[in-house]
């Protein structure tokens, strides 16, 4: 699938000395969602400023639709709407100005008809002459995408974008993420909120002090990665497990009731049958048995505290 990104030999070291990115390599394919994870200080933000013209490379390159971000730049920030972590827009300003102001600072003639599609596809139509001030947080953040979208980018940078909002605006928000994916626009989401990577993206990447440890796409991360657990719950409380079954697969809980035995799903053997025949054979009854795979947020914290 073509590249609407190509990062290559990234790299960020400031007058200290310290090194945020390390020779990043980096493809995001277009019309894809996505997700970039990591860390408090791993280099999300640093990379997503260099790739959308905020912060400077100290080498490498980067091709936004094909143009240098250094090179070509104007083509390049065209191409990118960008949603920052933090709120910051013109308070005395309405809805409509600010979108409309942000439109022109790109070099786009005037289409109030395309400004309009946007406030409505995020529920703002009816407060376009509000001022933002008088706005609540959530609606704030519908108009700092607006205005990312505004001068029709094909690339669309969410960073932290349902930081602090609830749980209703959050669902309407993804519901618009995924319209934009369909009408072609790429989507790269940062989120503290695993669980909505693990809904949305379709490719996972990981950053951690700096470099990239993984990129995957998320059901093949899940499926190579992700422990399966079968939970047994047992008639009769064990003290322990019996030795000839003592294997670092299979735990006994605090309590004496419940067998847990973690196997891993790709594997040609996953031992449950050999498991199941040895109970009965040490007449161990159980009442009920339960499988669960690990979420992607326990794979994640996996891969960032590994080798740490």
């Known amino acids: 699938m073509q590249s609407i990104i190509s990062v290559r030999q990234l790299t960020k070291q400031y007058a200290s000395g310290y090194r945020a990115l390390k020779d990043i390599d980096l493809d995001i394919r277009r019309g894809e969602i996505f997700a970039l994870l990591g860390p408090n200080g791993a280099g999300k933000s640093t990379l997503i400023n260099i790739i959308c013209g905020i912060v400077n490379p100290s080498s490498g390159t980067v091709l936004a639709d094909g143009h240098d971000i250094i090179a070509d730049y104007r083509a390049a920030?065209?191409?990118?709407?960008?949603?920052?972590?933090?709120?910051?827009?013109?308070?005395?300003?309405?809805?409509?100005?600010?979108?409309?102001?942000?439109?022109?600072?790109?070099?786009k003639p005037k289409d109030h008809a395309h400004v309009e599609k946007v406030l409505r596809a995020l529920s703002l139509w009816d407060k376009k002459d509000s001022k933002i001030f008088a706005l609540s947080g959530g609606m704030k953040r519908r108009v700092m995408i607006a205005k990312a979208l505004s001068h029709e980018p094909q690339i669309l940078f969410l960073d932290e974008p349902t930081a602090g909002v609830d749980v209703e605006l959050r669902r309407d928000m993804w519901e618009m993420v995924r319209g934009l994916r369909e009408s072609g626009v790429t989507i790269i989401l940062t989120t503290h909120y695993i669980e909505e990577a693990e809904e949305m993206a379709d490719r996972i990447g990981v950053i951690r002090?700096?470099?990239?440890?993984?990129?995957?796409e998320k059901h093949?991360?899940?499926?190579?990665?992700?422990?399966?657990?079968?939970?047994?719950?047992?008639?009769?409380?064990?003290?322990?497990?019996?030795?000839?079954?003592?294997?670092?697969?299979?735990?006994?809980?605090?309590?004496?009731?419940?067998?847990?035995?973690?196997?891993?799903?790709?594997?040609?053997?996953t031992g449950i049958a050999d498991l199941l025949r040895r109970l009965g054979e040490y007449g161990i009854d159980f009442t009920d048995l339960q499988s669960s795979q690990?979420?992607?947020?326990?794979?994640?914290?996996?891969?960032?505290?590994?080798?740490?």
């Open 209 to 216: 002090k700096g470099e990239i440890i993984l990129v995957e």
């Open 220 to 269: 093949a991360l899940m499926a190579k990665l992700g422990k399966k657990q079968l939970r047994l719950q047992l008639r009769q409380p064990l003290a322990a497990i019996p030795a000839a079954l003592a294997s670092p697969q299979l735990e006994l809980s605090a309590d004496g009731s419940e067998l847990v035995y973690t196997f891993d799903a790709q594997a040609e053997q």
């Open 77 to 107: 920030r065209a191409k990118i709407g960008l949603v920052p972590q933090e709120l910051s827009t013109d308070a005395f300003e309405t809805v409509w100005a600010t979108v409309n102001f942000s439109r022109g600072i790109f070099g």
């Open 294 to 308: 690990s979420s992607l947020e326990e794979i994640f914290v996996n891969l960032v505290h590994a080798d740490s």
